[in-house]
């Protein structure tokens, strides 16, 4: 399997360059290429592995996303696969479901697709949500300059705050985490995966919402020994332990 | 389909009748035999009817649950389907998933099955906790005299609160709730129901939660025209309206 990071796209680079696979994922990275932090390319990534893929990829900075594919949309993950260009996650896991049958499965079934669609909004109302209050500033710090600036005007409106004052008193808010995480919790009594006996691609919804923390922030949001922080680190061993390679923050 | 209601079962009832078919549920009633709200109970009933199964229930107030079958367990729903008797909503669909296979599915698959143990720990721990601390006296209301001493004396410790004073100011914790249900919320943008174009099994862990509501207690918590309160109707109009039949607190 080929990842290779060739840095981020120019207009130029995008448009003209030929391929080294038919493959081409499309990621949000920081300053440093290798800090791919999008909790949705995570997402999109761990699908690929699971369907044992070969695909390459391209770290792309937020200001340089508008360049890669104007016609797909404004976010990442994008996915250029052969003569398909989608945009989001979602879109990228049922396309590879789709596309490639005879590969292991994502979703184990239609019950399992019908299901993710509810587990991708709990991952992201209910976890995601809380999260993004607690490593906004962290996630701004590892962004080049002129990110950093988009990254500032973008969110705080949303936040309704400033970048520091969501982060601020993130320690007390770690209970209320854990008791979003509390399903998950309970669910890990039964099987050490969402997906049964083995992860499929409602582990990866969750997983890459924890792995957008990982990679972006030095804030510890899960103990390491519980139950939960047990499933992120075999998440993590998963296909030769390819999300494990990237450094914490 | 049979759907007697014989009211609740004496020792003797219980040990010596011949049933009138071979599959048997005890559910929790309150005072009135059709006033049968257990979450868990429903959540059985209605993976019963997605099976297309014939069955007698059995309403069975709290303090006679012990004498059902105790080698079975001291909670509610408990199946008896021929030989086997299986106590517990979630094991209880697991059999009747495996016993049925040229039935309707209740999981569509492994990975619906997988991911259905999530849904179930979320309805509970995100839901349901949240529902019991607004309608616990309500349902204490409903229960016949005995059984409201037990429920009482069983769930103030619990709560660690009079059953008044958990219920008290449920108002304002509406939109908590509404929170909570935020992910199903967004999940209705996509599909009619967690099973997909259909119900199955996912449906019905979270239709009891809010059914149990319903049969228990007059607090309105979801505006029947929001995108939750439609999905529950079409809940409410499977199965020939069948858990529509037992009228609201």
Known sequence: MMFAQIGCPT????????????RILYELCGAEAERCFSPFAWRARMALLHKGLEFERRPTPFTSIARIAPEAGKTVPILVDGDRTICDSWAIA????DAYPDRPSLFGGDGGHAAAKLIESWANAAISSRIVQMIVKDIHDILAPE???YFRASREPRLGKTLEAAQEGREDRLADLATALLPMHLMLKSQPFIGGAAPMHTDYLLFGTLQW???????SLIDPESPIGQWFER???????????????
Chains 1, 2 share one sequence.
């Open 235 to 249: 998440c993590l061993d998963l296909y030769d332990g390819h999300a494990r390679a990237v450094k914490a923050a």
């Open 94 to 97: 049922c396309h590879l479901e």
């Open 147 to 149: 990110d950093q600036a």
């Open 11 to 22: 207009k130029a680079e995008t448009h003209n360059r030929e391929p080294d696979v038919s």
């Open 213 to 219: 923390a990982r990679v972006a922030s030095p804030f």
